[in-house]
């Protein structure tokens, strides 16, 4: 019997690569994410330089927290736990290299290039196309190392943990193709390929699934493998594992249309997302349960080991966000919390609580394993788990004495009917909720400053074993399985099946949702008064983009009386049509923009972007000096016309011949605006671009004017 076994090694290496990158990117995406939470109680830190304002600064910190941060703890889980379920060393090493240093040289490059402005503006997918395409390409290189490792496994069975890991894999690579469909002007900037409700659905189709299946399938798949390797016990129930991953991955990914729900976007789409939603805690609920009840007979550990901690608040907050996710899709509920900071403590929840804590309890269980010793300080895991743990309900509950404190003096009316209260003071309000955020934040890389050095302290005391020395029997195909058989025994020796039947299950529900938008006009009605942009508003809408001004401004009213009553006529569908991208928001941090036009003279915007709080006492909104320095490159114009006309915006044929000097005429009408309010400023300067897009907000249809 023991001649028949073959002898190999595991892979560490890889795995010890994505480790360090796991921690390094962790601090730089939760330190700039500090450093955002903290400009928001005191302005004064966004320095007064394009690259550090809040605009800029957030998708840099959900980018390197979401893609770097987690999406190296996967990548590092995965590397691990599948070669040894699968009794062999990964397919390629030189993939696993390429996949390592493809995968930091994106994360650096995007980070560096959301600094200078370079975004799509598209939540959770702000790189621009040259980023997309070279994500597609070091998604593909991990698929097939991931593949081809599992296909030359020594075990028939595929555990539950793969099926996670293979789920994952085909639900993000259809969600990044659909979604990144763009068209590119330049090197670094692209127009979105969808316009308006079409962008909308597929943004957010997205976006929560991007949630889902990155920031939660890969994390149950290293659930169901550390979990248990750490309790030293079996998965509670098999049964329920199958029955988990198939009905999420179904269900999850017509979920997407609750995070637009009283927007533009057609009726019957938000209530489909909004039953699917309902029906995710079942599967969701069914997982964390799984996950803790792994752990019985293990209970008095817990109160000592510090990776069952991790693991108990890990599996905990995943079960309250999975729960509140669903809450959060009722109308009523969404009424009160779309657009507030709310939705800010539900992702953090999540964010913090599971994806951070798995990731901790996994690096504390795993690095002494891979340097052959123990960990330097077990009290010191400890004090981390306490602190993180502190930093987490410092973060989260303050936001949601924010949100109910936004929503109810965003809602309330005098005895006469008017608005309460100006949106400016519902600002000032949280302040105080958002320093208390801040010290959440403190408390939280406190911790992973801690974790960092008590494993530098282990890993100085050990031994690396960058391979691993291992055997196991090769793989007899069509053995004879002993014991009780289930139907699921079929897909689960089969992975190419499981591919296959994988991404059948997950693009129903999204060819589902948007065949009918796409293609049933009458969703999406026309509105004849609305207009493409002129050249300077187009260049003023690249330039909000640019600032990130949707991380704080919505664009889209609700039908609802204060909403109304502050903005003016709630948003029509029609009126989006020539947007690429769609401009809706997802958090009203200032007043919505979507009837701006026409509300303010040209002066106000000049001076408001010079000096905010000269025109708002009191404002947090960053200044914006540089605008009044760069110039527009104008050159440009006619390059732009083209690719909208290219994406359906009906621009007559040659009209970019003619469009610069439809740019200078509009252009010197601002200036001279300007001018009679003793302000000047050159008519090629970006503000005189932006301040174009703004006043053209709203104007295509008659509205009457809210008040903010």
Known sequence: MMSSLEKFSYDNRTVKWFAWATLFWGLIGMLAGLWAATALVYPDLNLGYAPTTFGRLRPVHTNAVVFAFVGNGIFMGVY?????????????????????????????????TLFMGYTTGKEYAELEWPFDIAITLIWLVFGANMLGTILRRRVSHLYVAIWFYIGTWVAIAMLHIVNSFEMPLSLFKSYSWYAGVQDALVQWWYGHNAVAFFLTTPYLGLMYYFVPKAANRPVYSYRWSIIHFWALIFIYIWA??????????????????????IMLIAPSWGGMLNGLLTLRGAWDRVRE??????????????????????????????????????????????????????????????IPRLFN???????????????????????????YWAAFTQSMMWKQFTE?????????????????????????????????????????KTVRKGSFVANEAAEAAPLVKDAVTHGKSYWHNWIEKRP???????????????????????????????????????????????????????????????????????????????????????????KRTGPDLARLGGKYPDSWHYNHMLDPTSMSPGSIMPTYPWLFDNRVDKSKTPAMINVMRKLGVPYEHGYEMQAIADYDKQ???????????????????????????MQRLGTDIKVSSGKN
């Open 416 to 456: 006469e009917g008017q608005l309460k209260f100006q949106f400016l003071e519902t600002v000032t309000t949280i302040v105080p909720m958002y320093a208390l955020r801040a010290v959440g934040g403190l408390l939280y890389v406190s911790g992973l400053i801690l974790m960092i050095v008590n494993i530098v």
């Open 80 to 112: 691990y736990s599948l070669q040894r379920l699968c009794k062999a060393r990964m397919f390629s090493d030189l993939l696993s290299k390429i996949h390592f240093w493809g995968w930091q040289a994106i994360i650096a490059g995007g980070a560096l």
């Open 305 to 366: 080991d510090a990776i069952l901690k991790f693991f108990v608040v890990a599996l905990t907050a995943y079960g309250m966000a999975t729960f509140e996710g669903p809450m959060l899709s009722l109308k009523n509920v969404n009424a009160i919390s779309h657009y507030t900071d709310w939705t800010i403590a539900h992702v953090h929840v999540g964010a913090l609580g599971w994806n951070g804590f798995l990731t901790f309890g996994i690096l504390y269980w795993m």
């Open 256 to 277: 997407g249309p609750h995070h637009l729900l009283y927007t533009a976007l057609p009726e019957w789409a938000q209530s489909l997302g909004t039953v699917f939603s």
């Open 496 to 586: 190419v099946q499981m591919v296959v039947f994988s991404l059948i299950v997950v693009g129903i529900g999204g060819i589902l949702e948007m065949v009918p938008t796409f293609l049933i006009r009458s969703n999406i009605p026309t509105i004849s008064t609305v207009k493409p942009y002129t050249p300077l508003e187009l260049h003023g809408r690249d330039i909000y983009i640019r600032e990130g001004c949707y991380t704080c401004h919505s664009q889209m009213v609700r039908p609802f009386r204060d909403e109304v009553a502050r903005y003016g006529e709630y948003s029509k569908a029609g009126e989006f049509i020539y947007d690429h991208p769609f401009q809706w928001g997802s």
């Open 373 to 399: 010793t123990t960990l330097y300080s077990k009290k010191w895991a400890n004090t981390h788990f306490w602190i993180g743990t502190l930093g987490i309900i410092f973060y989260a509950v303050p936001l």
């Open 667 to 693: 252009a010197a009408q601002i200036t001279a605006s300007l001018q009679r309010d003793k302000l000047e400023v050159g008519a090629d300067r970006e503000i005189v671009a932006l301040i174009a897009y």
